[in-house]
């Protein structure tokens, strides 16, 4: 088992920056793949950013250039960096962290609110 714990979500106006932070509950060398989705009211929860454990990263399309994702194996924590926010980014966020065994856990989720 692995428990995730998000921290860093708020309220911030739009072009305002924001960074989560997701601890893990045991060493992040035994899991492989750690990242963030994002769920707006009414919408689909959509993958936003992952990261292996190589250090590879992927970004849906519409957080390219806006938002970078890092990871902290001496802390067992992965970052969300989020800058140039907007409205749409708007919706609930949630960590994820998938194992080399396939097993994928969630955190609880942390609210993202962006004002126009």
């Known amino acids: 088992q692995v428990q995730l714990v998000e921290s860093g979500g708020g309220l911030v106006q739009a072009g305002g920056s924001l960074r989560l932070s997701c601890a893990a509950s045991?060493?992040?060398?035994?899991?492989?793949?750690m990242g963030w989705h994002r769920q707006a009211p009414g919408k689909q929860r959509e993958l936003v950013a992952g990261?292996?454990?190589?250090?590879?990263?992927n970004y849906v399309d519409s957080v390219k250039g806006r938002f970078t994702i890092s990871r902290d194996n001496a802390k067992n924590t992965v970052y969300l960096q989020m800058t140039s926010l907007q409205p749409e980014d708007t919706a609930v966020y949630y960590c994820?962290?998938?194992?080399?065994?396939?097993?994928?856990?969630w955190g609880q989720g942390t609210q993202v609110t962006v004002s126009s």
């Open positions: 990261i292996d454990s190589g250090g590879s990263t």
């Open positions: 994820y962290a998938e194992t080399f065994f396939r097993n994928r856990y």
């Open positions: 045991r060493s992040t060398f035994s899991i492989n793949v």
